[in-house]
């Protein structure tokens, strides 16, 4: 019973939880003696891979992610292809700057740790004594600092005082005698055994090589009696945690812009072999302008087979209990930013692996990109993550340059590492043509230049006959047999030709080698689209916007599938979400002027089509096309407003020979029809290409424009558009 002394011979000891308080021996049975401090993180046994209770995840597009897992294999990692974006937010947003700390006043003064934080870090049984032995396991423990204000530790570093516990035990401030500057002691091992204290020290070693911006550097390590410590740099600021605290659920560009850049530190750590294992926003620091990782106490080595393996029940994926990855950290990261932008219940239990939908978060409803990101990253089997931190970080840019263009109006594009241009802004085509919806202007892959072939294909593409263009890459496929490229690009060359069964065959295969690789679903849509396949390219493209949602040539794919089935609801979202981000991709615009054409809203038509910059090759002929929506190209006989706007913008376009004859008789034809109505009133003022709003001028002039077009046309034409003239020409007595 507690209070009752220890039947241990020799000990001075009380029964405490049933363990001896000074000893630890049990009452009535012998147990091992081992542990450490705990605290917001545990060990191992916080990590292990449980049952996952959600069902599969929907998006406002109707569908889920796939995992390529099923048939047992694994992904293969490709090269890293790195970002040099350094700022935070990639100048895309502003954030305030937030003031340092002044160090000492971040010193706790009375330092303790919450019953409601205090569990064993070996069972994880709540623990109600600030210390003692576990009632459950006999684990030793204490959460009271063995440091205090005015200690010197290793003849340099004088202690100010604890200012946190962490995983590893309390945190203190102290001031480097040595070098004057204030410096972090962060808890390695806490132990009755001062060899093992030493032996924690000199195995942490390996952290001394971590040099980075966003890292909090590691300037030594030292042991004080039976523990050891880390000595870190004193970051001054708050922790992303503090934030989310004092605020709640950040916006979304600000949580995304906080995450984007502590994600290259993540690919730091990973080239260094090493993993991060216990992220979350306690253990990201923001200060002035910049944001960094502040707690290496749960870093250790991918390849490391043993010691402890640090983790945060809601924030570690399933598989972390087995042995920390690369993968594994980028789960953390997914959770994190989830955290930051929502109240998720049942973050612990029922979400512990998943998220919420978008019938229980609006805000994923909202941004379906930003919903999709977060799918990825935490995905159940690691190799359906992203394949690295790089790669996380490019499509999280692609993430934020989507939300900041939707919340501020402004377009925010981006050059693509993984997509080329739109390839209708390549090819303005006739000025007077109509723009249909036409798969072959889907952007391409960009090459993968540490393809083996990768010079032979990029010869072989630039080949504008489609003939030479497959021999040329049939010999690169033979030549460079590891070439996936080749054979790519062959499949893809195939299918312009409409030679489809060879090219089904090829992208079959290659996708049976790599079922993550996304440039095999793209290729596959596009030749679905090619043979009118609409419902199966649908799900392709649908499949390639959860593996890259900060790409915008996705979403631009799926704009046009839904247009070419019908869903105008799902064409008309994707195509305005690309035009927002970039105007560039004109393809979108002139899909989305269709599609409001199609919902007889010529107004929205016009809207979509002036997202065109003048700079744009394509400028003049999304003009004459904004000028025919007014005209009723939708079939519908147009209001006298659409007329005099229609009038006013032709007026303005630079527009020679047939072209603007072309243009001013169907101006003057539409003018005609709705004065025949008799249904407008009309303006006396009013004038329709410079003619007043009435029969006579407007015959007049629309005669002049056949007149005009006939001197362009060959001599069927020319006999056809005279005769339509003398119809059109108004009475005379003479």
Not at 4 to 14: E, F, I
Not at 470 to 498: N, V
Not at 666 to 685: F, R, S, W
């Amino acid at each position: 019973m507690n209070g009752d002394a220890c039947r241990r011979s020799g000990c001075t000891g009380a029964i405490e939880d049933g363990y001896c308080n000074v000893c630890g021996h049990a009452e009535g049975k012998t147990v091992a003696m081992n542990g450490g401090p705990t605290g917001n993180g545990s060990r191992a046994s916080a990590v292990t891979q449980g049952s996952r209770a959600s069902s599969a995840i929907t998006t406002g597009t109707g569908s889920s992610p796939l995992s390529r897992a099923a048939n047992g294999s694994h992904r293969t990692r490709h090269s890293s292809r790195r970002t040099t974006r350094k700022q935070l937010g990639a100048g895309l947003i502003s954030l305030p700057d937030l003031p340092s700390v002044e160090p000492e006043r971040a010193v706790l003064l009375d330092p303790k740790v919450p019953e409601r934080k205090r569990f064993c870090a070996k069972c994880e049984a709540p623990l109600k004594r600030e210390v003692g032995f576990c009632g459950k396991c006999g684990t030793r423990y204490s959460f009271v600092p063995t440091l205090k204000a005015g200690d010197l530790v290793a003849n340099q570093y004088l202690v100010k005082g604890p200012i946190a516990f962490g995983g590893l035990g309390w945190i203190y401030l102290a001031f480097d005698k040595l070098l004057s500057r204030y410096v972090v002691l962060k808890g390695l091992l806490n132990t009755q055994d001062e060899s093992a204290a030493a032996a924690a020290v000199a195995e942490r070693q390996f952290l001394a090589a971590v040099k980075h911006p966003n890292i909090v550097a590691i300037y030594n390590f030292v042991q004080a009696g039976s523990e050891g410590f880390i000595v870190m740099e004193y970051v001054g600021g708050k922790t992303l945690k503090q934030i989310r605290q004092e605020r709640g659920p950040l916006p979304p560009a600000e949580a995304i812009a906080y995450v984007h850049r502590i994600l290259p530190a993540f690919a730091y750590l990973h080239r260094l072999g090493m993993v991060f294992c216990d992220f979350k926003p306690d253990n990201v620091m923001l200060e002035h302008d910049d944001v960094k990782l502040i707690d290496l106490g749960g870093v250790r080595r991918v390849d490391d087979a043993g010691g402890d393996i640090y983790g945060t029940v809601g924030y570690s994926a399933p598989e972390a209990g087995a042995g920390p990855t690369p993968a594994s950290d980028l789960f953390t990261v997914g959770r994190t930013l989830a955290v930051l932008l929502t109240d998720i219940s049942s973050f612990s239990k029922d979400h512990r692996y998943t998220l919420p939908g978008p019938d229980e978060q609006p805000l994923f409803a909202e941004q379906e990109s930003l919903y999709r990101f977060l799918l990825k990253a935490t995905a159940e089997q690691p190799d359906d993550r992203f394949e690295n931190a790089e790669e996380m970080t490019e499509q999280l840019l692609g993430v934020l340059r989507e939300v900041v263009s939707v919340e501020t109006g402004t377009p925010r594009p981006g050059n693509s590492l993984d997509f080329g241009a739109d390839l209708l802004g390549l090819d303005a085509g006739d000025e007077m043509e109509p723009v249909l919806p036409d798969p072959r202007f889907l952007p391409l892959p960009t090459l993968e230049m540490d393809d083996p072939g990768a010079q032979a294909v990029s010869s072989a593409i630039s080949l504008p006959d489609v003939g030479r263009r497959a021999a040329a890459l049939r010999l690169a496929a033979k030549q460079f047999p590891k070439s996936r490229e080749a054979r790519l690009r062959l499949a893809a060359t195939l299918a312009e030709a409409g030679e489809f069964a060879e090219a089904e065959d090829l992208l079959k295969a290659l996708g049976t080698e790599d079922p993550w690789d996304w440039r095999v679903l793209w290729f596959l849509g596009r030749m679905r689209l090619a043979r009118h396949e609409l419902d199966e390219a649908r799900k392709l493209f649908d499949q390639v916007y959860f593996d890259l949602p900060g790409e915008l040539a996705p979403k631009l794919a799926l704009g046009l599938a839904g247009e070419l089935t019908g869903d105008l609801p799902l064409a008309v979202k994707m195509y305005n979400l690309v035009s927002r981000v970039d105007p560039s991709f004109v393809s979108a615009v002139f899909g989305l002027a269709r599609c409001q054409l199609r919902s007889h809203d010529r107004k929205a038509a016009v809207a979509a089509l002036d997202r065109i910059p003048p700079s744009s090759a394509l400028y003049l002929r999304a003009r004459v096309e904004a000028t025919r929506a007014l005209l009723g190209s939708d079939g519908a006989a147009p209001a006298f407003d659409d007329l005099l706007s229609a009038s006013a913008l032709a007026q303005s376009l630079s527009l020679d020979g047939r072209d603007r004859c072309t243009l001013d008789s169907q101006i003057y034809q539409a003018a005609l029809a709705e004065l025949g109505t008799k249904k407008t009133q009309v303006d006396g003022n009013a004038t329709i290409l410079g003619q007043p709003l009435a029969e006579r001028p407007l015959r007049l002039g629309l005669e002049n424009s056949l007149r005009a077009m006939a001197k362009f046309a060959n001599e069927d034409e020319r006999i056809r558009l005279i005769d339509e003239a003398n119809r059109v020409r108004p009475r005379t007595l003479t």
